[in-house]
């Protein structure tokens, strides 16, 4: 497809275990995004890959999170013993490296439920 | 510190009626302002995005925003409101250059009665 596709739309997992989340973005768009949307804190940044430079992990919220793209195209969030306070929405967006192109394009997102 | 302010957390307006979303922002450079759109289960899709030039943007769906450097402004209007407008909205602001992490405002959710 022409867009941004992340699976799994939904996730349940138990208190402890670790989850995946996987982003595709758009053909040819080098630089890629997670973001958080939870009920407390709304949308955060939470890391960001751009070619072949270290990723910017600045969002992070903790150790148990950490992300991976693999040949600057597909990205795997991973989340390490999970706790409630992960259940959230995560988003993946893309952006070209075109010059002066800013605007982002979001994935639905994954709904993680920790239960 | 570099943020965004929705001042309204909620807005319910009738269907037909003109609908204003107040946004500012803080940030130290030439910020670039967006605004997004989330309908209930869905991803969220750019309205219109501020980077430079004329300060009154047109968007998609019969959106526009003006951008205010003095008031550090950049709201989102619509003369007419449809019920499908119903939806949160987001604005967002993002630096110059290549990097573009964008810093969300909590979002207004807007409700159109008929």
């Known amino acids: 497809g022409a867009g941004v596709s992340q699976s799994p739309s939904n996730k349940v997992t138990e208190k402890g275990k670790d989850v995946e989340l996987r982003c595709d973005p758009i053909?040819?768009?080098?630089?890629l995004y997670w973001y958080r949307q939870s009920l407390g804190q709304g949308l955060e940044f939470l890391i960001y890959?751009?070619?072949?430079?270290?990723?910017?992990k600045s969002g992070l919220p903790s150790d148990r999170f950490s992300a991976e793209r693999t040949g600057g195209s597909v990205s795997t969030l991973t989340i390490q013993r999970t706790q409630q306070e992960d259940s959230a929405v995560y988003l993946c967006?893309?952006?070209?490296?075109?010059?002066?192109?800013?605007?982002?394009?979001f994935g639905p997102g994954t709904r993680l439920t920790v239960l | 510190a570099q943020s965004v302010t929705q001042p309204d957390i909620h807005i319910t307006v009738s269907e037909g009626a003109s609908l204003e979303l107040r946004c500012n922002y803080s940030?130290?450079?030439?910020?670039?302002l967006f605004w997004y759109v989330q309908s209930p289960g869905q991803g969220l899709q750019l309205l219109l995005k501020?980077?430079?030039?004329?300060?009154l943007v047109q968007g998609i769906k019969g959106f526009e925003a003006e951008f205010k450097r003095s008031q550090s402004s950049f709201n989102l209007r619509k003369p007419s409101v449809h019920w499908s407008d119903a939806a949160e909205y987001f604005c967002a602001v993002g630096g110059t250059g290549g990097y573009n992490k964008l810093i969300f405002g909590a979002g207004t959710r807007l409700a159109v009665h008929p």
């Open positions: 967006a893309s952006r070209s490296s075109g010059r002066g192109n800013n605007e982002q394009f």
């Open positions: 940030y130290g450079a030439t910020p670039y």
């Open positions: 501020y980077f430079s030039g004329d300060t």
């Open positions: 053909s040819g768009h080098t630089a």
């Open positions: 890959f751009q070619g072949n430079s270290a990723p910017d």
